[in-house]
């Protein structure tokens, strides 16, 4: 530890400012409250603020940030996240310390973004110790309020001098460089560093009333307590102000910006939050949290639960942004908890801590934002609203999926769909996805020709496991568009044929002339190989119809199967599953039995912007494929 | 081939017109993409052959209906500007007064010479489709909802309210500075300017599509604006919304 | 050619702001029916900011109009302040000029740009100048874009200005904000030059009618008074703001939704021709010179010089505005709050606010109670107080261009119309010009 004087650390900032090729950021007023912005001189410093009105984040997730520019002419390109100006910021609280490394880890499971890292790696981090304490903030009861790892430099007011702790090599060069009359610390000094860090938790205005480890536990217990939640809720204007000024809080959307000539354009990702109203809505409009009870359920749930669950911390840091921040005043955690427990305590429910979850996360690789060229070259129309497209990587490389997953599709300047990929990875030289127009960018896919451009991401997602299926029997259970990401097992398996036992494709859509694939299916018919059964849920005048009418439930006791021998695959609209999962366990098949695949709002494709969460999964990530053993207990997945 | 474009104005002070004369140098951009086929505040020449109007300002009088009727059967898409015409924008402010007190007030005896009727937006009398928000409308949002009609897709407006963009840009909120605002239960789009200028939402873009406007009210009220005032501050944009509901 | 029968019927008058009709009826030789009527949508204003609150006024009356938005706020905001007796501070005075200038500025490029100059080119509107005369547009644009920033700057956005608020500013620029703009007001003065000179080869084009008038506006003795003034009359000298009503009386006319108004004569006029017979030895430098360019003294009485005043103001506007950004530094510019409030000690009263806009001298009138609600308000428009003068100059212009054809005719009315620039839907009008 070294200790500098108040002048000289007033000297060592002006030092850094002057120095073109940094960019010094420190908390400043704004009104009556403080925000981190560029120094223009150390006067402007102000250490002794409560807390800023937004954290740090801000500075390694932009509030938009262009991730990938394009030109229809030669394609998607990555804005090169490489130049960022080394970033000086001064008067982080340990809270704030805290949320980023809880972001570090966030950012880099399973894939790391290099955005954010790139702003990280190319950062200083100088800590304060906390002289005020805001009203709403709960740091202490987090174990936030102080910290011994985390920052380059972590700076004690001690008067009329500063303790600066340092935590770095990056932060030691940055002293020596920059700093002049540092003398070390005396075990006085030491003393005073240690006293004034036991001071802060003494500055706490809020009060929880048991202690924080409860939390994941407390949650579960009362997922369905729908009056609670209700109540709690009942003032949310949907704002979003408790998400957006959250440090821990990571959602985002992204959309496509062409300039005016159309010619080229920007993707950009913005900060987007849970608890706005269409957060959770997909193309068809449908929203799977589409209620202000189940968005602010969820929110608790992710911080308190969810990613306690992943990652092993409760992702909450205690900085009191978000209560401070709500106008109904329902967004205070503590008060939340508080009211929780107590409901607890008298229903006499016993709520233990839970043991510290199994944590296993990997890092392969960074995330992949820019999409590859790929041509289309042919174009089948199927229905009034469905079209098959063959598609082939204009890099002539083999797009390498399992079935089961899917790829974001780009449409130059209007932006991207998640399409389940419809052929068997024994097709190599090209894939085929089938499209359904519903929204801006399958509309505008429908209105591509042969020959014309789009962007692939991906192949994205956990699919079905062939492999896993071999020998067993298949029965496979598609409703209406369901069937489009059946097929690419299903023609897996008839490529594979003899890998595999009974083999039974149940498919039903509302009306004949809703019928995907129909040459295929006649072909279908005619295997004495599989048991091929359409239905239809009726069957208007004007069309010939010889097979079963009635919803696809009623083809089930028309089959005889062995549920010990059977693996049942399902996909269809949301109000399918229920049902078919209900007849398939009255037949006794048993839950790892049945598998299926889900669809929500998927946009980055790798369990990262939120879209597509349903309880602690990401679709995109953990899904869309999911084992009806593994998602029975998840209450928002069917 | 370019799409013709016409721009129209009914009730309102042309302010949405004029941030299109603000394009400044991208005006020539713009003007790469479309062919204006009549302008009336900047051009002499007029034709009846357009694929797109935008129009600005409400309907107030009977006698603006067939000249709206009109539009909507000249054109394939028709696009509300500025807050007037998309929800009725101040002009809505006088429909709480009785028509007849209005038109004394203004014109004193002569009143029944000058008829009007409940200020509307458009597409109380027209389908519309597309909206471009605000009071005036931004640059921004204008040129973005004309690249989505040019890129055949649906314009991207935001259904969250003003707080999302207040927080995204640092402000103080209004309510800790001692004033009243209805952002919370305003449509986002004009990335919060009013707030990033130093002051209050006014609600110019009208209210989101399930605003929670109990709570609004109780926000306001909890804030120290007494009833009667926190009803009168909803009429200054949302009066024909209000109405609808 | 004598056009013994003459009907031009000019439904919604293009290229000026608003609606607008022109109705000309001649049989053989003889007028029967010379009219400049109004029919554009009535939208009652006065009435509804009656019951809200001070707070709220210049927010509404900022709607009267896009153009003169900065305007009709600062004219509604001196009204309330006079109303309740409170005084703006001197650098917030000085910024409110600057954000006048800024209004002058826009308003007028844009009206000699995208308005006037096509008429002067021979050609319908500004869009074919994109192809043919790209330099001149880019320049028009250049400038446009300039005082667009300049307004942006000091009030937040031209249109609807946020800054503005009851006792001064709720944000104001730092003093590199405005040293950088001033910067680029002296970098826009080879522009300035640029379009003064294409506008002087363009200018025997405008035809020498001239027809005795009065002219009103602000006066005052050591400025080019445009936020601040006395009432002034080239017929009867000045007056206090506040006896308006006997500067204005105004009337209706059945065939106009928008009222009139008449001085010592049948009509009156206002505007940038008005300032200028009335203020012209108080004009910057460099703006006088620009005047006497064109050869344009005081008293003129075409009201097609009214284009040409507007071209000096904006000289004049560009020079004293940096002036106002020098004066700022030397008095050392102090910083404020970026979220200040409207002033809070509200009492009963009554005021007027009169302010220079564009298009002439626009009055605001409010009385409040002592809960700060508005009783009364009474806004008269510029170009209200024109449009009997455009009637009264069109009945004397048409005599002498009666031997032109029915679209020269027709032209030279447009342009009379054009010239005063009036802002139509302010005092709620549509102009249309159709033959009959």
Redesign the interface.
């Known amino acids: 530890m070294r200790i500098i004087a108040k002048e000289n650390f007033t000297e060592f900032i002006n030092a850094l400012i002057n120095d073109d090729s940094l960019n010094v950021i420190g908390v400043k007023s704004k009104g009556e409250k403080f925000a981190f912005g560029p120094l223009d001189s150390a006067g402007e410093l102000r250490l002794d603020y409560d807390v800023t009105l937004l954290p740090p984040k801000k500075y390694f997730f932009p509030q938009r940030e262009t991730l990938v520019t394009y030109n229809i002419g030669t394609g998607f390109s990555a804005k090169d996240p490489a130049h960022t100006k080394q970033t000086v910021i001064v008067g982080v609280h340990p809270y704030d310390i805290v949320a980023l490394l809880h972001m570090d880890e966030i950012f880099s499971e399973t894939k790391s973004d290099p955005y954010y890292f790139e702003k990280r790696k190319s950062s200083v981090i100088i800590g304060v110790n906390m002289q005020k304490m805001s009203k709403w903030c709960f740091a202490p009861y987090m174990g936030a309020d102080t910290i011994e790892y985390g920052y380059d430099l972590m700076l004690t007011d001690l008067g009329n001098r500063y303790a600066v702790a340092i935590g770095s090599q990056k932060g030691e060069q940055l002293l020596d460089k920059y700093a002049k009359g540092l003398t070390n610390a005396l075990a006085r000094d030491i003393q005073m560093v240690g006293q004034k860090k036991r001071e802060v938790s003494a500055m706490c205005k809020q009060k929880l009333d048991f202690s924080p480890e409860l939390i994941p536990e407390m949650l579960s217990r009362y997922y369905g307590e729908s009056t609670f939640w209700e109540n709690h809720s009942e003032k949310c204007l949907a704002c979003g102000s408790c998400v957006l000024v959250c440090p821990t809080c990571y959602c985002f959307d992204v959309k496509d910006n062409p300039d005016l000539s159309l010619e080229h354009g920007e993707r950009v990702r913005t900060w987007d939050g849970c608890l706005l109203e269409d957060f959770a809505k997909v193309a068809s409009g449908e929203n799977f949290r589409a209620t202000r009870p189940t968005r602010y359920r969820h929110r608790y749930f992710k911080k308190g639960k969810y990613l306690f669950d992943r990652f092993g911390f409760i992702s909450c840091v205690g900085c009191g942004r978000c209560g401070s921040n709500c106008l109904p005043d329902i967004a205070n955690p503590v008060s939340l908890f508080n009211d929780m427990y107590r409901e607890v305590q008298q229903s006499g429910l016993e709520v233990i801590a839970p043991q510290a979850p199994d944590i296993n996360i990997q890092t392969e690789g960074n995330i992949d934002y820019v999409p590859r060229l790929a041509t289309v070259i042919k174009k089948q129309p199927m229905t009034s609203f469905e079209t098959l497209f063959e598609i082939k990587l204009d890099d002539g490389s083999v797009l390498g999926h399992d079935p089961g997953q899917f790829v974001e599709v780009s449409i130059f300047g209007v932006g991207e769909a998640p399409i389940s990929i419809s052929s068997p990875p024994t097709k190599k030289e090209s894939f085929e996805l089938c499209v359904r127009r519903l929204g801006n960018v399958t509309n505008k896919i429908h209105g591509l020709k042969v020959g014309d451009k789009v962007g692939i991401r991906g192949p994205f997602g956990h699919g079905f496991d062939p492999e896993a299926l071999k020998g067993k029997d298949l029965l496979f259970v598609a409703g209406g568009l369901g069937l489009a990401p059946l097929r690419s097992l299903f023609n897996y398996v008839l490529d594979k044929r003899k890998d595999y036992g009974k083999v039974t494709l149940l498919y039903g859509c509302k009306e004949p002339k809703e019928l995907l694939f129909a040459d295929e299916l006649v072909a279908l018919g005619r295997r004495d190989d599989v048991d091929f059964k359409p239905t239809v849920d009726r069957c208007p005048e004007s069309e010939v119809w010889s097979s079963n009418v009635g919803v696809i439930t009623t083809l089930i006791p028309q089959i005889q199967f062995n549920p010990e021998k059977t693996y049942a695959i399902i996909c269809g609209p949301p109000i399918m599953y229920k049902f078919v999962i209900a007849d398939l366990k009255k037949r006794n098949v048993p839950d790892d039995h049945i598998i299926m695949s889900l669809e929500r709002r998927m946009k980055c494709g790798v369990g990262k912007c939120g879209h597509c969460q349903i309880n602690h999964i990401y679709v995109c990530k953990d899904g869309p494929v999911f084992n009806y053993a593994k998602i029975r207990g998840v209450p928002e997945a069917l | 081939m370019k799409p013709k474009v016409a721009f129209f104005d009914f009730a309102g002070c042309e302010g949405d017109q004029l941030q299109i004369a603000n394009l400044e140098e991208d005006i020539l951009a713009l003007l790469g993409q479309v062919e204006v086929v009549s302008f009336r505040e900047v051009m002499k020449e007029h034709s009846d052959n357009y694929d797109i109007a935008f129009i600005e300002g409400s309907c107030t009088r009977l006698q603006d209906e067939d000249r709206l009727r009109q539009i909507r059967k000249n054109a394939k898409i028709v696009v509300a500007i500025g807050s007037c015409a998309t929800i009725g924008g101040i002009n809505s402010l006088r429909n709480y007064k009785e028509t007849d007190d209005v038109r004394k007030a203004v014109y004193g005896e002569n009143a029944k010479l000058f008829d009007t009727y409940t200020a509307r937006p458009i597409d109380a009398v027209i389908p519309v489709d597309a909206y471009v928000h605000g009071c005036p409308m931004t640059k921004e949002e204008f040129l973005s909802v004309v690249k989505s009609l040019l890129l055949g897709k649906k314009p991207d407006i935001p259904t969250y309210p003003v707080c999302v963009e207040c927080k995204k840009n640092e402000n103080v909120c209004a309510f800790e500075r001692g004033q009243f605002c209805v952002g919370p239960v305003t449509r986002a789009g004009c990335d919060s300017c009013c707030v990033n200028e130093g002051t209050i939402c006014w609600g110019c873009r009208g209210l989101i599509d399930n605003p929670n406007e109990n709570s609004e009210k109780e926000v306001l009220i909890k804030n120290g604006l007494s009833v009667d005032d926190a009803i009168t501050k909803f009429r200054l944009y949302f009066g024909w919304q209000e109405r609808r509901k | 050619m004598k056009h013994q029968n003459v009907n031009i019927d000019v439904h919604?008058v293009?290229?000026?702001?608003?609606h607008g009709n022109i109705f000309v009826n001649v049989k053989e030789g003889n007028i029967e029916r010379c009219e400049w009527a109004i029919p554009?949508?009535?939208?009652?204003f006065?009435?509804?900011v009656?019951?809200?609150?001070y707070s709220?006024l210049h927010?509404?009356t900022s709607?009267?109009?896009?153009?003169c938005?900065i305007g009709h706020t600062l004219a509604s905001l001196k009204a309330t302040e006079a109303a309740m007796g409170i005084k703006i501070s001197d650098q917030d005075l000085k910024l409110r000029k600057l954000a006048l200038h800024g209004e002058n500025l826009q308003s007028h490029i844009?009206h000699l740009g995208?308005?006037v100059l096509?008429d002067l080119l021979g050609v319908?509107?500004?869009?074919p100048l994109?192809s043919s005369n790209p330099a001149e547009?880019?320049t028009v644009?250049?400038l446009?874009?300039l005082a667009?920033e300049m307004s942006n700057l000091i009030c937040?956005?031209?249109?609807?200005p946020?800054?503005l608020?009851p006792g001064g500013?709720?944000?104001i620029p730092s003093m590199k904000e405005l040293a950088s703009l001033r910067q680029k007001l002296k970098d826009c003065i080879p522009d300035l030059l640029a379009v003064a000179g294409l506008i002087k080869t363009l200018a025997p084009k405008l035809p020498n009618f001239t027809r005795e008038t009065e002219f009103i506006g602000l006066t005052a003795p050591d400025e080019y008074a445009l936020y601040d003034g006395v009432l002034g009359s080239t017929d009867t000298g000045t007056a206090p703001v506040n006896d308006y009503l006997s500067y204005t009386n105004e009337y209706?006319v059945?065939i106009s939704?928008a009222k009139r108004a008449k001085h010592a004569r049948d009509s009156f006029m206002v505007g940038a021709l008005a300032r200028f017979n009335l203020n012209y030895d108080r004009l910057s430098p460099m703006a006088k010179k620009t005047a006497e360019t064109f050869n344009f003294k005081p008293v003129c009485h075409n009201p097609f010089m009214n284009n040409i005043a507007q071209l000096v103001e904006v000289v004049h506007s560009v020079e004293d505005s940096i002036k106002l950004i020098d004066d700022l530094e030397s008095a050392d510019l102090k910083s404020q709050?970026?979220?200040?409030?409207p002033f809070s000690q509200i009492k009963a009263g009554r005021g007027v606010g009169a302010v220079e806009v564009p298009r002439g001298i626009l009055y605001h009138d409010y009385t409040y109670n002592d809960k700060g609600t508005c009783t009364k308000a009474n806004c008269i428009i510029p170009t209200n107080q024109n449009h009997a003068n455009i009637e009264l100059d069109m009945k004397a212009l048409l005599p002498q261009i009666l031997d032109k054809t029915n679209k020269e005719i027709e032209l030279n009315l447009e342009m009379l119309v054009r010239a005063y620039d009036p802002c139509i839907?302010?005092s709620?009008h549509y102009v249309k010009v159709y033959f009959v």
């Open positions: 919604y293009t290229r000026v702001e608003g554009e949508a009535p939208r009652f006065e009435a509804m009656v019951g809200r609150q709220e927010h509404i709607r009267i109009c896009g153009i938005s844009l995208f308005l096509p319908g509107s500004v869009i994109a547009v880019k644009l250049r446009h874009r667009n937040g956005r031209t249109t609807h946020q800054r608020i500013f709720s944000k209706i059945p939704t709050s970026e979220y200040k409030k839907s302010c709620t």
